[in-house]
DNA sequence: TTCGAAATATGAAGGCAGAC
DNA sequence: GTCTGCCTTCATATTTCGAA
């Protein structure tokens, strides 16, 4: 573990045509604690428990010492990465910190993380490089004094402890910022711990409110050596006693409005204090750009396209990067999905019921197969492998809402496979954890679809509105106070895209990975257009809070007009006010299924979701062009390679199933083949397999695409 | 309903490479 | 010497599921 005592050099460069420009230069002195990880796991214990070492290390006494006083510095600063062992907001983090500050008989202990992502961005880490060079240039023995040893044992133990030595001896020679880096080895065994109370201070933590008041447990520190020095050294209170419930309730009072982790903000911190910025700070994740795009895509479940130009600006990452992160988004959904379906397919089989997952592996290595993977992939190998019979296909969800149980905690009961594919017949999101999921589901039973994610909905509004107080007081602020500040680092790499003046947040998002790409900031925001800017999303969120405002924009897309005709596909159709009527039901759009296709009159059936068994008939060219119905963005997706399907030569790869291969000796699953032929008017394809030379099969292309029975394999352009 | 084991997901640490 | 980004490994957190 190493600390870094951290010496900002701040230099004024240049401060003509109102500009104040600073250079900023963060070094300081370095302090690493060596730790035999196996041994000395890094808990929130040692790790606070080492800080009494470093205050009896005379090297470090500068660092600790005021000059002025002679005695230890009051104040004390800590800036950690955002590991579970150091969040600010870890109770039990705060709770050390409160015991710190009583012990050190300290004025105020602080202690700020950097928000995800970021923690690269925190100085110590820029340490880490100076020891790899050293560690890199030497060789380092694990088997220095016993040849031969048991993970664990004492001769483990006793060889670490000289590799310790050596890295100590190593890392002693480097040099950070032109001062010696400071090594020593760490507190080793708990039993040289000043305080080693953490288990009782779980579980005070572990009580209620109520309890913990009634607390009465004390903790002292270890009258050990470490103990004496720094009592001695520091002048502290050798026989000190603290209360949990004291240390508490000091974090109730002081504490308790610094609970949220801090933002980053790229106002400099002169004109950030002036601004009033109370809107912004109550709104959670506002400006983290990853939790922005996650709440939008959850509420824009028919896709972002609409809304890409505002979200840009809302979450200040380009279109493409937005693009990158949905897709990713959805894949990741996606894979998991088939990953549940298929270990919920799986789990049916005894050989998974009656093992763990390390029985499996030694059977799977008897029978001679790969035991990589998890647990239902072992159980599908073994049972293809000694011929069991394969479980039974999984029941499917047929759409029928009203056969779901009424009560949540009822619907809670299902497995999240279930769950989310319930979820994803309704073109629901399927994000989330299981609680969220089951309530997303209830939602959908209850007949409240607009409702899934009203907490979404609000959230993105109230981002959007502290945006633009924020934008509006920056620009009222800079009218009355012109000056502009400037930071620049001392080293700045002005080759990648960083935290530099022009563009600030360029690379301080998680889907930034990407170089080079830049956004396009609109041209002018006033404070007159500021309104217009944000109106696309505005707009659309008000689609799914169920009050129509959008009048324009119907979406014709000529491929997709046979797409709707195909049964089985999933539609929104838009129902207006004058449909409605005074039925309870809101306006909105609404999805279906299509059930039936009637050739001569061009019409189609659908059967609501929130209505079953009740049929409806549209018009398929008349009300499309009427924007009255659309084509639900999830079949979307899937059919946009219909086109490129319906060309010779194209791969492409086709599910095969049980019932339709009774003939042959293939196993179900998916082939790869080409197509030979392409029947137009009836929108099939002959396609020959490239395993087996002699079968050719004859496949409606639209209903296996929609279905994801067929998809693209490779591009012929 | 609670608890604990097993399985899986997550993210920090460590390592490496490369730019200037 | 400073800074960034990517990959692998490992520890910890979370989730699920079954038993009591």
């Known amino acids: 573990m190493t600390h870094l005592f951290l010496n900002t050099d701040l230099a004024l460069e240049d401060n003509t045509d109102n500009k104040y420009i600073y250079s900023v230069r963060r070094t300081g002195k370095a302090s690493t604690l060596l730790s035999l990880s196996y041994f000395e796991p890094q808990t929130v214990q040692r790790v606070y428990n080492e800080l009494f070492l470093l205050l009896i290390n005379p090297a470090l006494d500068e660092c600790f010492r005021n000059p002025k006083t002679g005695r230890l510095k009051e104040h004390f600063v800590f800036i950690v990465d955002n590991g579970p062992s150091e969040a600010p907001s870890s109770p039990l983090v705060r709770m050390w910190l409160a015991r710190i500050a009583r012990v050190l008989k300290l004025k105020s202990v602080t202690q700020k993380s950097f928000a995800e992502y970021h923690s690269k961005r925190n100085p110590v880490e820029r340490v880490h490089a100076v020891h790899n060079r050293a560690l890199s240039n030497e060789v380092f023995s694990s088997k220095g004094i016993h040849k031969h040893f048991e993970i664990g044992d004492e001769y483990h133990l006793e060889n670490m402890e000289h590799m310790a030595k050596e890295v100590e001896q190593c890392l002693a020679t480097t040099q950070y910022g032109g001062k010696s880096c400071v090594v020593q080895r760490g507190l080793g065994k708990q039993d040289n711990f000043v305080f080693d109370d953490e288990l009782q201070l ?95 895509i959850k509420v824009f479940r028919h896709g972002l396209d609409q809304v890409l130009s505002s979200l840009c600006v809302l979450c200040w990452c380009s279109e493409e990067e937005i693009k990158r992160f949905e897709d990713e988004f959805r894949n990741k959904l996606d894979t998991s999905f088939t990953k549940e379906k298929e270990r919920a397919y799986w789990s049916q089989d005894d050989l998974y019921k009656k093992n763990d997952k390390a029985k499996l592996q030694s059977l799977c290595k008897k029978n001679g197969i790969s035991s990589d993977g998890i647990k239902h992939e072992c159980v599908k190998r073994l049972v293809k492998k000694l011929n069991r019979n394969p479980p039974p296909v999984l029941e499917k969800y047929d759409g029928k809402l009203f056969s779901l149980p009424n009560y949540v905690t009822e619907i809670a009961k299902f497995s999240v496979y279930k769950l989310r594919e319930i979820l994803r017949f309704h073109n629901i999101l399927d994000c989330g954890t299981k609680d969220e999921l089951a309530i997303r589901v209830g939602t959908l039973r209850a007949g409240r679809t607009h409702l899934v994610f009203q907490n979404e909905i609000h959230a993105i509004q109230d981002i959007i509105n502290a945006t633009k107080t924020l934008i509006r007081r920056q620009k009222e602020h800079h009218l009355t106070d012109p000056v502009v500040i400037h930071r620049i680092r001392k080293f700045l790499t002005p080759t990648t895209a960083s935290l530099n003046m022009i563009r600030p947040r360029d690379s301080a998002s998680a889907s930034a990975k990407q170089n080079g790409k ?64 005074d039925s309870g039901w ?20 659908v059967e609501f979701d929130t209505e079953a068994n009740v049929i409806y008939t549209y018009k398929v060219d008349e009300d499309v062009k009427a924007n009255k119905i659309r084509l639900a963005q999830s079949t979307k997706r899937s059919i946009q390679d219909y086109e490129e399907v319906c060309q010779v030569g194209v791969v492409v790869e086709v599910m095969l199933e049980e019932d339709e291969l009774e003939d042959t000796d293939w196993t179900s699953g998916w082939y790869t083949a080409e197509v030979q032929a392409v029947d137009y008017d009836d929108g099939e394809v002959d396609l020959f397999f490239l395993d087996k030379l002699d079968f050719v099969y004859n496949i409606p292309v639209l209903p296996n695409l929609i279905t994801g029975k067929l998809r693209l394999k490779e591009k012929l352009f």
Not at 549 to 562: K, M, Q, R, Y
Request: proline share 4%; net charge negative.
């Open 202 to 296: 779980v579980t005070f933590l572990g009580k209620n409110e109520c309890q913990k008041n009634l607390d009465d447990n004390l903790y002292k520190p270890i009258q050990n050596d470490l103990w004496k020095e720094i009592t001695m050294l520091w002048d502290l209170d050798e026989n000190m006693t603290g209360s949990y419930r004291n240390d508490y309730q000091i974090l109730q009072n002081a504490f308790h409005e610094e609970a949220d982790p801090g933002e980053i903000h790229y106002l400099p911190l002169e004109k950030m204090e002036k601004l009033d910025t109370d809107v912004v700070d109550e709104t959670p994740g506002a400006f983290l750009p990853s939790k922005i795009l996650e709440l939008v």
């Open 518 to 581: 830049r956004l396009e900031v609109p041209e002018e925001v006033t404070l007159e257009t500021l309104d217009e800017v944000f109106r696309p999303i505005e707009d659309e969120l008000l689609v799914y809070i169920g009050v129509d405002s959008v009048e324009n924009a119907p979406e014709i897309v000529a491929g997709l007009l046979d797409a709707i005709r195909t049964v089985g596909v999933r539609i929104l159709a838009r129902w207006s006010k004058e449909e409605i009527g």
């Open 586 to 605: 809101k306006t909105g759009w609404y999805v279906g299924s299509v059930l039936k296709h009637n050739k001569e009159r061009d019409t189609i059936e």
